[in-house]
Nanobody, 128 residues
Framework: VQLQASGGGLVQPGGSLRLSCAVS????????IGWFRQAPGKEREGVSC????????YYADSVKGRFTVSRDNVTNTVYLEMNNLKPEDTAVYYC??????????????????????WGQGTLVTVSS
């Protein structure tokens, strides 16, 4: 299974972006999908984790109410809709699977070591 994140770019504070995560080599509906981000000089930070088969989505407190995850099982694509972006959202964003290919997110889902298939990520820059 391979994941490819795309859709990043430069946006002004308060603006919006939608990131895409294309899943190939497997069926999206079987996998939990995480979004992580890494800002320059900082550790990877969990943004969200969505379980398969409408099992629910967790969000980091820093993005709750601004970011929304959706899943399209027909096109095998996961989306991260980001609204009211802030300069502190600037980072490389990655979509990932659970390292054990689980369909469910853990309650304590933010540990990057629990995920794999990191790929190259997509850069989001929030700046005026």
């Amino acid at each position: 299974v391979q994941l490819q994140a795309s859709g990043g770019g430069l946006v002004q504070p308060g603006g919006s972006l939608r990131l895409s995560c294309a899943v190939s080599g497997g069926t999206l509906n079987y996998f939990a999908i995480g979004w992580f981000r890494q800002a320059p000089g900082k550790e990877r930070e969990g943004v969200s984790c969505s379980s398969a088969m409408d099992g629910g989505t967790y969000y980091a407190d820093s993005v709750k109410g601004r970011f929304t995850v959706s899943r399209d099982n027909v096109t095998n694509t996961v989306y991260l809709e980001m609204n009211n972006l802030k300069p502190e959202d600037t980072a490389v964003y990655y979509c990932v699977t659970r390292a054990n290919w689980s369909s469910r997110c853990k309650t304590k889902w933010t540990l990057a070591a629990d995920f794999s298939n990191w790929g190259q990520g997509t850069l989001v820059t929030v700046s005026s």
